[in-house]
Antibody, heavy 119, light 110 residues
Framework: EVQLLESGGGLVLPGGSLRLSCAAS????????MSWVRQAPGKGLEWVSI????????YYTDSVKGRFTISRDRSKNTLYLQMNSLRAEDTAVYYC????????????WGKGTTVTVSS | QSVLTQPPSVSAAPGQKVTISCSGS????????VSWYQQLPGTAPKLLIY???KRPSGIPDRFSGSKSGTSATLGITGLQTGDEADYYC???????????FGGGTKLTVL
């Protein structure tokens, strides 16, 4: 069965850092396009980042460019999101999802991990 | 302000039909596939429709999708109370080089 499981969320001070992990089973993360999507409390879905299947390209929403980095580990079959210089507005549930390139949809989603940025 | 525009809410009685619209532009819906996601309360989003009108395995045929020009529509027939959820459209925007979602539509089954 294809599954995704996020971890690494928590409470962090403004300006701090966190690394989210997304462990995959049933498919290979390193050969799949993968994405992060977040949802602030009471708000809609917001796409955050994508890494292409071949790993050559990464994309970020403007508000996180220069602060967040998406990456993956072939040996651990895991996707990551390194988040630096965190702001209150980054508070959200973060979901990882498998992204189908060229067809532009996300077919498998994790259950999410909560990030709270607050002093 | 979302790149894709959805109505904030729709409602209908059990057994009835409802449609949810998603309006975009030539740089997103106009030349890309549209997908739809269902988010039940307190849960993660789930893929409902992909490539404009295709249903993943396990999604009942009560759910349908269509696209015309720069707009897309999700249709749900035979409404059930279990369909109460938030629904999001999504696609890729070639001008922004971003994946984009609509603001979401809350479906209430009265």
């Amino acid at each position: 069965e294809v599954q995704l499981l996020e971890s690494g969320g928590g409470l962090v001070l403004p300006g701090g850092s966190l690394r989210l992990s997304c462990a995959a089973s049933g498919f290979t993360v390193s050969s799949s396009a993968m994405s992060w999507v977040r949802q602030a409390p009471g708000k809609g879905l917001e796409w955050v980042s994508i890494i292409t299947g071949n790993g050559r390209d990464t994309y970020y929403t403007d508000s996180v460019k220069g602060r967040f980095t998406i990456s993956r580990d072939r040996s651990k079959n895991t996707l990551y999101l390194q988040m630096n210089s965190l702001r209150a507005e980054d508070t959200a549930v973060y979901y990882c999802a498998k992204y189908i390139e060229w067809k532009d949809y996300m077919d498998v989603w994790g259950k999410g991990t909560t990030v709270t940025v607050s002093s | 302000q979302s790149v894709l525009t959805q109505p904030p809410s729709v409602s209908a009685a059990p057994g009835q039909k409802v449609t949810i619209s998603c309006s975009g532009s030539s740089t997103n819906i106009g030349n890309k596939f549209v997908s739809w996601y269902q988010q039940l309360p307190g849960t993660a989003p789930k893929l409902l429709i992909y490539e404009n009108n295709k249903r993943p395995s396990g999604i009942p045929d009560r759910f349908s999708g269509s696209k015309s020009g720069t707009s897309a529509t999700l249709g749900i027939t035979g409404l059930q109370t279990g369909d109460e959820a938030d629904y999001y459209c999504g696609t890729w925007d070639t001008s922004l080089s971003d994946a984009v979602f609509g603001g979401g539509t809350k479906l209430t089954v009265l």
